[in-house]
Nanobody, 121 residues
Framework: QVQLVESGGGLVQPGGSLRLACVAS????????MGWYRQAPGNQRELVAV???????DYGDSVKGRFTISRDNAKNTAYLQMNSLEPEDTAVYYC???????????????WGQGTQVTVSS
C-alpha cells in the first residue's frame, strides 16, 4: 500500500511564502508525474503544478511566476515553493502521484489527505 503525506501548510500573511512537501511511502517501484492540486470552498479542485519524472514542469495560470514545483526522486518527495502568496491562494492543497508499485504493474493515481493553506492578514 502506498501513502502520500503532505506537510508545510499553515497561516501566512499576504506576500509571504510557504513550502509544501509531499512524501510517498510504501510499496513503490517507480513514480511518474507528481503534482499539486488545490480546492477552495465552493470551487472545483484545480491543478497548481505538476512535474514529470525527468523534471518537466507545468503550472496553473494563476500561480505561474510565483510557485515552483520540484522533486527529489531519491526521497520520493515533491515540493511546492509558494511565494508572493495572495488571499486567493487559500485552499486545501493536495498531492497527487502517478506511480507503479511492482515490475510491469499498472500506473495508479494516489492522493494525499491534503494540507490547509490560509493566506490572511
Amino acid at each position: 500500500q502506498v501513502q502520500l503525506v503532505e506537510s508545510g501548510g499553515g497561516l501566512v500573511q499576504p506576500g509571504g511564502s510557504l513550502r509544501l512537501a509531499c512524501v510517498a511511502s510504501g510499496s513503490i517501484f517507480s513514480i511518474n508525474d507528481m503534482g499539486w492540486y488545490r480546492q477552495a470552498p465552493g470551487n472545483q479542485r484545480e491543478l497548481v503544478a505538476v512535474i514529470s519524472s525527468v523534471g518537466t514542469t507545468d503550472y496553473g495560470d494563476s500561480v505561474k511566476g510565483r510557485f515552483t514545483i520540484s522533486r527529489d526522486n531519491a526521497k520520493n518527495t515533491a515540493y511546492l515553493q509558494m511565494n508572493s502568496l495572495e488571499p486567493e491562494d487559500t485552499a486545501v492543497y493536495y498531492c497527487n502521484a502517478a506511480l507503479v508499485n511492482r515490475w510491469r504493474g499498472p500506473v495508479v493515481r494516489q492522493w494525499g489527505q491534503g494540507t490547509q493553506v490560509t493566506v490572511s492578514s
